[in-house]
Protein backbone atom coordinates (compact mmCIF):
# COMPACT_ATOMS: atom_id res chain seq x y z
CA UNK A 1 0.00 0.00 0.00
CA UNK A 2 3.14 2.63 0.68
CA UNK A 3 4.04 2.03 -2.46
CA UNK A 4 1.08 2.31 -4.48
CA UNK A 5 0.57 5.79 -2.47
CA UNK A 6 3.61 6.92 -3.01
CA UNK A 7 3.35 5.95 -6.79
CA UNK A 8 -0.17 7.61 -7.22
CA UNK A 9 1.66 11.19 -6.28
CA UNK A 10 4.77 10.52 -8.75
CA UNK A 11 1.96 9.71 -11.94
CA UNK A 12 0.12 12.79 -10.31
CA UNK A 13 -3.26 10.42 -9.94
CA UNK A 14 -4.59 12.21 -7.11
CA UNK A 15 -8.51 12.68 -8.02
CA UNK A 16 -9.19 12.67 -4.38
CA UNK A 17 -7.43 15.84 -3.76
CA UNK A 18 -9.74 18.89 -3.42
CA UNK A 19 -9.12 21.96 -4.99
CA UNK A 20 -11.35 23.79 -2.23
CA UNK A 21 -11.79 23.06 1.19
CA UNK A 22 -14.08 20.97 2.18
CA UNK A 23 -17.06 22.58 3.05
CA UNK A 24 -18.14 20.37 5.74
CA UNK A 25 -14.74 21.56 7.89
CA UNK A 26 -16.65 24.81 7.49
CA UNK A 27 -19.87 23.72 8.49
CA UNK A 28 -19.01 21.95 11.98
CA UNK A 29 -15.34 22.74 12.99
CA UNK A 30 -16.01 25.14 15.00
CA UNK A 31 -19.20 23.07 16.36
CA UNK A 32 -16.59 21.07 18.26
CA UNK A 33 -15.81 23.70 20.52
CA UNK A 34 -11.67 23.05 19.59
CA UNK A 35 -10.01 26.12 21.48
CA UNK A 36 -8.08 28.51 18.91
CA UNK A 37 -4.71 28.01 19.46
CA UNK A 38 -5.26 24.16 20.25
CA UNK A 39 -2.88 22.28 17.78
CA UNK A 40 -4.42 19.71 14.99
CA UNK A 41 -3.46 16.25 13.81
CA UNK A 42 -3.58 15.85 10.59
CA UNK A 43 -3.02 12.18 9.26
CA UNK A 44 -2.40 10.95 5.98
CA UNK A 45 -2.88 15.25 4.75
CA UNK A 46 -1.70 14.84 1.11
CA UNK A 47 -1.29 18.50 -0.02
CA UNK A 48 -5.30 18.76 1.41
CA UNK A 49 -6.36 22.73 1.34
CA UNK A 50 -8.22 22.24 4.36
CA UNK A 51 -4.94 22.47 6.44
CA UNK A 52 -4.57 26.06 5.59
CA UNK A 53 -8.79 26.55 6.06
CA UNK A 54 -7.70 25.49 9.93
CA UNK A 55 -4.51 27.47 10.24
CA UNK A 56 -6.00 30.48 9.26
CA UNK A 57 -8.81 29.57 11.68
CA UNK A 58 -5.74 30.33 14.67
CA UNK A 59 -5.41 26.81 14.90
CA UNK A 60 -1.49 25.46 14.29
CA UNK A 61 -1.90 22.34 11.99
CA UNK A 62 0.64 19.19 11.87
CA UNK A 63 0.22 16.97 8.97
CA UNK A 64 1.32 13.65 8.53
CA UNK A 65 2.55 12.83 4.61
CA UNK A 66 4.42 10.20 3.42
CA UNK A 67 4.60 11.46 -0.53
CA UNK A 68 7.58 13.96 -0.79
CA UNK A 69 5.61 15.22 -3.67
CA UNK A 70 2.43 16.07 -1.71
CA UNK A 71 4.22 18.06 0.54
CA UNK A 72 7.01 19.89 -2.12
CA UNK A 73 3.52 20.73 -3.97
CA UNK A 74 1.52 22.41 -0.86
CA UNK A 75 4.35 24.22 0.02
CA UNK A 76 4.86 25.63 -3.96
CA UNK A 77 1.37 26.84 -4.04
CA UNK A 78 1.45 28.17 -0.53
CA UNK A 79 2.79 31.44 0.47
CA UNK A 80 5.86 31.96 2.82
CA UNK A 81 8.96 31.17 3.80
CA UNK A 82 9.50 26.91 4.67
CA UNK A 83 11.75 25.80 6.87
CA UNK A 84 13.42 22.70 6.41
CA UNK A 85 14.84 20.00 9.46
CA UNK A 86 14.47 16.83 11.02
CA UNK A 87 12.77 15.12 13.79
CA UNK A 88 13.63 11.76 14.50
CA UNK A 89 12.46 9.78 10.95
CA UNK A 90 10.29 12.31 10.00
CA UNK A 91 11.77 15.20 7.31
CA UNK A 92 9.95 18.20 9.18
CA UNK A 93 8.61 21.57 6.50
CA UNK A 94 7.25 24.55 8.19
CA UNK A 95 5.40 27.21 6.06
CA UNK A 96 3.53 29.92 8.54
CA UNK A 97 1.25 27.96 10.59
CA UNK A 98 1.43 24.52 9.27
CA UNK A 99 4.02 21.81 10.04
CA UNK A 100 4.05 18.95 7.83
CA UNK A 101 6.28 15.94 8.25
CA UNK A 102 7.15 13.84 5.57
CA UNK A 103 7.50 9.85 6.49
CA UNK A 104 4.59 6.95 7.69
CA UNK A 105 1.77 8.07 9.79
CA UNK A 106 2.89 4.90 11.90
CA UNK A 107 6.54 6.04 13.04
CA UNK A 108 5.32 8.69 14.89
CA UNK A 109 5.99 8.38 18.84
CA UNK A 110 3.50 8.86 21.77
CA UNK A 111 6.21 11.06 22.95
CA UNK A 112 5.80 13.32 19.52
CA UNK A 113 2.39 13.85 20.14
CA UNK A 114 2.05 15.90 23.08
CA UNK A 115 1.22 19.02 21.94
CA UNK A 116 -1.37 17.71 19.88
CA UNK A 117 -4.99 18.64 21.20
CA UNK A 118 -7.38 17.80 18.43
CA UNK A 119 -7.32 16.12 14.78
CA UNK A 120 -8.96 15.77 11.54
CA UNK A 121 -9.35 13.11 9.11
CA UNK A 122 -10.82 13.65 5.74
CA UNK A 123 -9.30 11.18 3.28
CA UNK A 124 -7.01 9.23 6.09
CA UNK A 125 -8.89 6.47 7.71
CA UNK A 126 -10.84 5.73 3.84
CA UNK A 127 -7.72 5.65 2.40
CA UNK A 128 -6.24 2.47 4.10
CA UNK A 129 -7.53 -1.29 2.80
CA UNK A 130 -9.34 -3.20 5.52
CA UNK A 131 -6.25 -5.12 7.49
CA UNK A 132 -4.96 -1.51 7.83
CA UNK A 133 -7.55 -0.14 9.55
CA UNK A 134 -7.59 -1.23 12.94
CA UNK A 135 -4.20 -0.67 13.31
CA UNK A 136 -4.93 3.32 12.37
CA UNK A 137 -7.87 3.40 15.12
CA UNK A 138 -5.86 2.28 17.73
CA UNK A 139 -2.63 4.42 16.79
CA UNK A 140 -4.43 7.51 16.77
CA UNK A 141 -5.96 6.58 19.75
CA UNK A 142 -2.88 6.65 21.01
CA UNK A 143 -1.58 10.03 19.87
CA UNK A 144 -4.36 11.98 21.44
CA UNK A 145 -5.00 12.92 25.19
CA UNK A 146 -8.36 12.43 26.66
CA UNK A 147 -11.02 15.06 25.28
CA UNK A 148 -9.19 15.74 21.97
CA UNK A 149 -11.56 16.28 19.31
CA UNK A 150 -12.12 16.09 15.85
CA UNK A 151 -13.73 15.59 12.90
CA UNK A 152 -14.00 12.01 10.38
CA UNK A 153 -15.10 12.33 7.23
CA UNK A 154 -16.13 8.41 6.03
CA UNK A 155 -17.65 7.70 2.96
CA UNK A 156 -19.66 4.53 1.20
CA UNK A 157 -19.49 3.44 -2.09
CA UNK A 158 -20.83 0.82 -4.02
CA UNK A 159 -17.63 -1.30 -5.06
CA UNK A 160 -17.48 -3.12 -2.39
CA UNK A 161 -15.42 -3.67 0.36
CA UNK A 162 -11.81 -4.09 -1.84
CA UNK A 163 -12.55 -1.33 -4.01
CA UNK A 164 -10.14 1.89 -3.67
CA UNK A 165 -8.44 4.36 -2.33
CA UNK A 166 -11.14 5.20 -1.18
CA UNK A 167 -12.42 2.69 0.78
CA UNK A 168 -15.79 2.43 1.27
CA UNK A 169 -16.23 2.66 5.35
CA UNK A 170 -19.29 2.07 6.71
CA UNK A 171 -21.27 3.37 10.04
CA UNK A 172 -21.03 -0.35 11.62
CA UNK A 173 -17.54 -0.35 10.80
CA UNK A 174 -16.98 3.12 11.86
CA UNK A 175 -17.99 2.09 15.48
CA UNK A 176 -15.82 -1.25 15.62
CA UNK A 177 -12.68 0.55 14.79
CA UNK A 178 -13.34 4.40 17.06
CA UNK A 179 -16.01 3.40 19.57
CA UNK A 180 -13.81 1.67 22.18
CA UNK A 181 -11.60 4.58 22.39
CA UNK A 182 -13.37 7.71 21.32
CA UNK A 183 -17.45 8.76 21.89
CA UNK A 184 -18.82 9.32 18.00
CA UNK A 185 -21.44 11.47 16.72
CA UNK A 186 -22.75 11.13 13.28
CA UNK A 187 -23.03 14.40 11.85
CA UNK A 188 -24.44 14.15 8.47
CA UNK A 189 -25.07 12.01 5.74
CA UNK A 190 -24.60 13.56 2.06
CA UNK A 191 -26.29 12.51 -0.74
CA UNK A 192 -24.54 10.08 -2.61
CA UNK A 193 -23.05 11.87 -6.15
CA UNK A 194 -23.19 10.28 -9.02
CA UNK A 195 -20.93 7.72 -8.58
CA UNK A 196 -22.76 6.49 -5.81
CA UNK A 197 -20.25 8.34 -3.11
CA UNK A 198 -21.94 9.31 -0.01
CA UNK A 199 -19.69 10.59 2.46
CA UNK A 200 -20.48 10.72 6.09
CA UNK A 201 -19.26 13.42 8.74
CA UNK A 202 -18.38 12.32 12.28
CA UNK A 203 -17.65 14.35 16.14
CA UNK A 204 -15.26 12.69 17.66
CA UNK A 205 -14.01 13.00 20.72
CA UNK A 206 -11.06 10.78 22.92
CA UNK A 207 -12.22 9.12 25.80
CA UNK A 208 -10.45 8.57 29.27
CA UNK A 209 -8.36 8.63 31.29
CA UNK A 210 -7.09 4.95 30.88
CA UNK A 211 -5.61 2.66 28.91
CA UNK A 212 -5.89 2.58 24.65
CA UNK A 213 -8.42 -0.52 23.69
CA UNK A 214 -7.23 -2.03 20.39
CA UNK A 215 -10.80 -2.89 19.80
CA UNK A 216 -12.21 -5.53 17.98
Request: proline share 0%; charged share 30%; with cysteine.
Given at each position: MPQEWLQRWREGRIGFHRSETHPVLRKYWKTLGVPVGAKVLVPLCGKS???RWLA???YPVLGIELAPEAIEQFL???EGEVSRYHQGYFGVYRQANVELWCGDFFHVHVEQAKEFQAFYDRAA???LPPATRQRYAFHLAQLLPPGARGLL???THPGGPDAGPPFSVG???VHQLLAPNFEL???ETCPPDDRGLSEQVWS???RGPGRVDEGA
Open positions: LDMEQGAEGLIAVSLEEEVLLLCR
